[in-house]
T-cell receptor, first 112, second 113 residues
Framework: DQQVKQNSPSLSVQEGRISILNCDYT??????FLWYKKYPAEGPTFLIS?????DKNEDGRFTVFLNKSAKHLSLHIVPSQPGDSAVYFC???????????FGTGTRLKVLA | DAGVIQSPRHEVTEMGQEVTLRCKPI?????LFWYRQTMMRGLELLIY????????DSGMPEDRFSAKMPNASFSTLKIQPSEPRDSAVYFC???????????FGSGTRLTVV
């Protein structure tokens, strides 16, 4: 049973526009969330995170939004660049644990 | 720092053979994680260690899988006997207690034929 779900396997966006990647979770006890980016033949790399005490965290072109009531988080990339083309994974964890539960990933393609 | 180092990068083996995947975490990182990536299930946690001690192995699929961490700079994931359904990319990751993010290795792509 997937506790962290990324229902869109792929997304295509024009360069310069906004990319919105979505993630849903089922367990309301999750209190820390992260996004990872993965290029082919490489390991995932940490992108941005958010604690459940916040509803937004921003880092440059990347913003993560958390809606606890809906058990939903999203990653916004503005403006999108061709170098952003990758697979994006969201992940969640509980306080006091050190393991993350990952979604299945969304492949983003930014078209030049 | 060289990052998390995994070997081999690619492994092709026949069904029934033993496979050993290796990982060297970042020096000073006291947590080590083994994940498996498949199209259907994404990144699944198999097992993780803290200070070389296995903490949670609930994700290990079955007894054919075993993992060890004999010291702070080395871990292995062994599959014996291997089966075609074990074909996946296996990632090792490490982290410190003070930083939430993991650092992943480049992965080992395992193909069992």
């Amino acid at each position: 049973d997937q506790q962290v779900k990324q229902n869109s396997p792929s997304l295509s966006v024009q360069e310069g526009r906004i990319s919105i990647l979505n993630c849903d979770y089922t367990n309301s006890m999750f209190d820390y969330f992260l996004w990872y980016k993965k290029y082919p033949a490489e390991g995932p790399t940490f992108l941005i995170s958010i604690s459940s005490i916040k509803d937004k965290n921003e880092d440059g072109r990347f913003t993560v939004f958390l809606n606890k009531s809906a058990k939903h988080l999203s990653l916004h990339i503005v403006p999108s660049q061709p170098g952003d083309s990758a697979v994006y994974f969201c992940a969640a964890s509980f306080s006091g644990t050190y393991k993350y539960i990952f979604g299945t990933g969304t492949r983003l393609k930014v078209l030049a | 720092d060289a990052g998390v180092i995994q070997s081999p990068r690619h492994e092709v083996t026949e069904m029934g053979q033993e496979v050993t995947l290796r990982c060297k975490p970042i020096s000073g990182h006291d947590y080590l994680f083994w994940y498996r990536q498949t199209m259907m299930r994404g990144l699944e946690l198999l097992i993780y260690f803290n200070n070389n001690v296995p903490i949670d192995d609930s994700g290990m699929p079955e007894d054919r899988f075993s993992a060890k961490m004999p010291n702070a700079s080395f871990s292995t994931l062994k599959i014996q006997p291997s089966e075609p359904r074990d074909s996946a990319v296996y990632f090792c990751a490490s982290r410190t207690d003070s930083h939430y993010g993991y650092t992943f290795g480049s992965g080992t792509r395992l193909t069992v034929v």
